[in-house]
């Protein structure tokens, strides 16, 4: 009855759903899904010019807005199985393309990984030069491409997506003018992605106190007894300067301290040019260990285990007198050079700060400013050289302060090693490594007490390299750290019927390598000993999404799986449990509520699985 030629509704609904399809294919060509549901990730094109005469070139930006609370995985990820972003540009005859140039992606840790992981987030552009070819004719030409990328939130990933992009572009004779874009992506400073100017304007908000705090830093140098003895140098060499003409000693004092803030300025140059790749080792926790055992050797200077001492042969040369400004400025380059690895103690923690945030405008001015706090003192003392012999003398109030400067450097260290730590299996061998290595290192070649003999020292020294050689074999075995092994069957196809045939629950982890969380999933839930243990009363089945395969496919349309990892429980009756499905990272108390019910309750909130 439904389809009898009486019911008038075919006539005009089949016009009116053909002109709905047209208009769905029209959008195909910009975005890989429909606009009413654009997901997760919003992909624009745009060009430099609407017109422009062959042989020029044009710039190309492709903008990926992306949903809040999503990223995608940058162009180079820290983990090899991550899916990474790409752009490709169609071939053409007329069209070139130069190099993508990519933004620098943020370093953010999530739920589920082992570390800091290398996202884009938010409004992304990806940035090329192209260039129409000499003998291109009047014509009307469109730049296409294609932008692939994976999106994923703090708990799940969706499957890789591929979105086509394409930009008309008109070819005219060379007397017709050419019309640029007005597009403001072009007018904004390309070198850095919208997430890294916004995270720049917060370093900006914040950055009075960063400064304070910096020069606070370099005033507290000037308590070290390494430094101290530098003061005495400075004041005689303004003093034979200056004479009693306290202006012309104020602008040498302006000079000398100019050239100390110089010498740290580079250190923070240095070191924020190089938090461009620090940021990836500090994912690997050897290179962490090293940064560790490094702070805490310092710290340990701090206590008094052994000194680290101006050279000699630096004191003497910068000891000698130049005259004018530029000789004051060579001094103060000089003492800066001098002061720099006495102080390595407190200087190596902050560069490792520094460096971790990748910002190299701000590390250079940071280190700048401590360079200023460093040398204020020498140029009040320049100005009143009667102040020297109003300095308090050497004594047990510089050791304190010392030890206060220790204690710092430790928490510096614990910075950096617990957020390593929280993620290995073994935390106790590790810890235990750490300190074994640090034990060795210390025992075998740092500590300086006087009474030791020359036998008595190479002893110590094989020692101290025994205990660092255990120190790394605990640290392995804690990184390679296995818990209980769960026996998974590789899903091929199998009906559901079969695999819960033994009256066993059946759980289903739709899984991929380039799954983050999934990996998460499998390294820190399903390595639990709690979880590994409820698994024997079940059919553990493991579909790999990694490659395209049938059944793998056809089993995640059953169960409408649109993010991994998701696991779902078939109780031993046959019927789904809808209410223990999880869809992203879960942790394992949280996995073994699920387990436990489904194995209590075989009757519950039941829908059939097949």
């Keep these: 009855m ?4 009486s019911n008038p ?120 030069q192209g260039m129409v070819k000499q003998n291109t004719p009047k014509s009307a030409l469109s730049v296409s491409g294609t932008l692939r990328f994976q999106a994923c939130d703090d708990k799940a990933c969706l499957m890789p997506q591929q979105v086509t992009f394409s930009v008309p572009l008109k070819v005219v004779e060379t007397t017709e003018p050419v ?62 300067q200056g004479g009693e003409k306290k202006r012309k000693t104020f602008v040498l004092g302006l000079y000398y301290v100019f050239g100390i803030a110089v010498v740290f300025s580079i250190l923070g140059l240095i070191s924020g040019l190089a938090g461009r790749q620090w940021g990836f080792l500090f994912q690997n926790p050897w290179f962490v260990i090293g940064i560790t055992v490094i702070i805490l050797a310092m710290a340990a200077s701090m206590f008094g285990a052994f000194e680290i001492r101006v050279p000699a042969v630096l004191m003497q040369y910068g000891g000698k007198s130049r005259a004018g400004a530029i000789g004051a400025l060579v001094m103060g380059l000089t003492v800066g050079a001098v002061i720099a690895p006495c102080a390595a103690g407190i200087i190596v923690g902050l560069i490792g700060l520094v460096a971790k945030s990748g910002m190299v405008a701000k590390a250079t001015l940071l280190f700048f400013v401590m360079g200023l706090g460093l040398g204020l003192p020498y140029l009040l003392l320049a100005i009143f050289s009667g102040l020297l012999s109003r300095l308090p003398k050497s004594g047990m109030w510089m050791v304190w302060v010392r030890k206060l400067l220790g204690f710092l450097l430790i928490g510096v260290a614990l910075s950096f090693l617990v957020p390593q730590g929280e993620q290995v299996p073994d935390q ?7 300190l074994a290595m640090f034990a060795g290192v ?60 033994g009256k066993k629950p059946v759980l289903i982890d739709f899984y991929a390598d380039w799954c983050a969380a999934c990996r998460a999933l499998d390294r820190k839930t399903f390595a639990d000993a709690r979880v590994a243990t409820l698994a024997k009363n079940f059919v553990m089945v493991r579909t790999d999404l990694s490659r395209y395969n049938s059944a793998g496919e056809a089993l995640r349309k059953r169960f409408n799986v649109s993010g991994l990892p998701t696991v779902v429980i078939i109780r031993a009756d046959g019927t789904l449990a809808q209410d223990l499905r999880t869809v992203g990272f879960v942790g394992a108390s949280d996995m073994v509520k699920r387990m436990k019910a489904a194995l209590a309750d075989r009757s519950r909130g039941a829908s059939p699985a097949h």
């Design 179 to 240: 019309v640029l874009t007005a597009s403001p992506v072009f007018q904004q400073n390309t070198t850095l992605s919208s997430q890294e100017k916004r995270a720049e304007t917060l370093l900006k908000q914040g950055l009075v106190y960063a400064v304070v705090a910096f020069f606070v830093f370099g005033l507290a140098l000037n308590l070290t007894p390494c430094v101290y003895p530098v003061i005495p140098m400075t004041v005689a060499f303004f003093s034979s």
């Design 2 to 5: 439904c389809c009898t030629p």
């Design 428 to 434: 106790q061998g590790f810890y235990l490594g750490v």
């Design 442 to 501: 210390f025992l075998g070649f740092l500590d300086s007490a006087e009474g030791f003999g020359q036998g008595f020292k190479r002893i110590r020294a094989v020692f101290g390299a025994l205990l660092i050689l255990t120190g790394i074999l605990f640290v392995h075995q804690s990184l390679r750290a296995q818990t209980m092994p769960i026996d998974w069957i590789s899903y091929a196809g199998e009906s559901l019927e079969d695999l819960h045939r």
């Design 9 to 128: 509704e075919p006539r005009w609904f089949f016009p009116f759903a053909l002109i709905l399809a047209l208009l769905w294919m029209g959008t195909g060509t910009v975005f890989a899904v429909p606009r009413n549901d654009p997901g997760p990730v919003e992909v624009s094109a745009y060009l430099s010019h609407q017109t422009i005469h062959p042989g020029q070139s044009f710039r190309i930006a492709v903008v990926a807005e992306i949903k809040p609370g999503f990223h995608i995985n940058s162009h180079q990820p820290t983990e090899g199985f991550l899916v990474p972003t790409t752009v490709e540009f169609d071939t053409s005859d007329t069209l070139v393309f130069s190099a993508i140039s990519y933004p620098r992606p943020q370093l953010k840790s999530l739920s589920f990984s082992n570390g800091k992981l290398a996202l884009y987030e938010g409004e992304v552009s990806f940035l090329a």
